[in-house]
């Protein structure tokens, strides 16, 4: 498959104090193409295409004489070969790098982070009129993102086949309904509240419709990854492959309504989604049910690994681990747990949890 990516060769940097209208002009009235945007919660930065040249926006609120500045971005290993050209080089600024990494990766919490709605931000614009809600600020020194997305209107989604250079990237449906299409997995479909995808690195995907109000909670590492646009691949394909392999992990679709609970202790049930076999035990996303009453509470007590992140689709739980004083969590409240410790997670009512762990729990 020929590949449309740009991130190497000659740049135009065009700096802009909105990306959003600038992107748009040139698209819609200069006939150039988006061929990447990132990040995608908040996007600042993106390539576009066309009559024979790469420019790459950047949304920025620095003051700047020239209109434009050329970038030429070379890799790390010619540095040797080419550096006394970059510090001569006005006005072309040569930059040496390599890609970012992709690799799953999070980063040791030592207390437990919590947001809650409205406590965090706003929601913002992102990619494809989407509106994000950050669920871990902090973003773990770059290494993961959660977000609440949601959809207030319903119909036609102005998406295009697109794809994330990304080492783990899953996505649960919160609210409502999203129709969608993936790479070498046959014609669209319909996802409910409650279902789950894994979507594997690179596969080519599209969201093409969905009701009003739809929600997702969606989590990445690392925390900004590059979206590209594929201008050559329609969806769907006309081959079916459930089982390709996308660098080593294989797409995943988990329905809700055709899943079991299996039992986790008493009062306490899951739902396995098959994610941490798909990502070679890397990442896992489990649904954990907690059947507790004020006659009799449930507790539901474990250890953390490296990063587990906890979000309450119904209910309200007691958070307690070893250091801090117990945190009440509600309904669409979030938490980062902090690492390798134990917990538990303590209710007097019907409460679901989602959870999600690198690596699998």
């Known amino acids: 498959m020929p590949s449309n990516e740009s991130s190497e060769g000659f740049q135009i940097v065009v ?22 945007i990132m990040p995608a919660d908040a996007p600042r930065i993106a390539l ?11 949304q920025t609120t620095r003051q700047s004489s020239a209109l434009l500045t050329t970038t030429l971005w070379l890799p790390h290993a010619l540095k ?50 989407m509106q994000y809600r950050d669920l871990i600020p902090c973003r773990l020194d770059g290494s993961v993102i959660a977000s609440h997305i ?18 783990v990237q899953l996505i649960y449906c919160r609210r409502g309904w999203v129709r969608v299409v993936y790479e070498d997995q046959g014609e669209p479909f319909v996802m409910q509240a409650g279902d789950c995808v894994l979507q594997p690195p690179t596969i080519r995907h599209r969201v093409l419709e969905s ?22 691949l329609t969806l769907p394909t006309p081959s079916i492959n459930p089982t390709r392999t996308f660098e080593g992990q294989h797409f995943v679709r988990h329905i809700a309504a055709e899943s079991e609970w299996r039992q986790l202790g ?20 489990r649904v954990i049910k907690l059947a507790g009453t004020p006659e009799k509470p449930i507790t539901h007590s474990a250890q ?14 007691e958070l307690t681990d070893c250091s801090d004083e117990p945190i009440a969590l509600a309904t669409d409240d979030a938490c980062v747990l902090p690492s390798r410790r134990p ?19």
């Not at 802009?16 to 193409?33: A, V």
């Not at 576009?48 to 950047?58: D, M, N, Q």
């Not at 919490?109 to 947001?115: F, G, Y």
Request: with cysteine; hydrophobic share 40%.
């Open 48 to 58: 576009v295409s066309g009559h024979a040249i790469h420019l790459r926006l950047e």
């Open 80 to 129: 040797e070969r080419y550096g006394s050209i970059a510090d001569a080089a006005d006005p072309i600024n040569i930059i040496f790098g390599e890609p970012p990494s992709t690799e799953l990766s999070a980063t040791q919490v030592d207390q437990a982070i919590v947001c809650r709605p409205g406590e965090v931000g706003n929601w913002g614009a992102g990619r494809a009129g």
């Open 211 to 232: 009701s009003a109000g739809l929600e997702v909670i969606e989590l990445g590492s690392p925390a900004e990854h590059e979206t590209w646009r594929d201008h050559e």
């Open 304 to 317: 953390t690994d490296e990063f587990r992140f906890i979000f309450v689709l119904d209910g309200n739980v």
């Open 150 to 167: 949601r959809i207030a209107e319903g119909g036609t989604v102005d998406d295009y086949v697109h794809y994330h250079k990304v080492g």
């Open 266 to 285: 008493e009062g306490i049930s899951f739902r396995e989604t098959g994610i941490g076999a798909a990502t070679q035990e890397k990442a896992s996303l």
């Open 343 to 361: 917990y538990s997670l303590r209710t007097m009512a019907s409460t679901e949890v989602l959870e999600i762990s690198f690596p699998a729990a």
């Open 15 to 36: 700096p802009c104090s909105s990306l959003e209208p600038t992107m748009r002009f040139l698209i819609n009235q200069l006939d150039f193409r988006l061929d990447m």
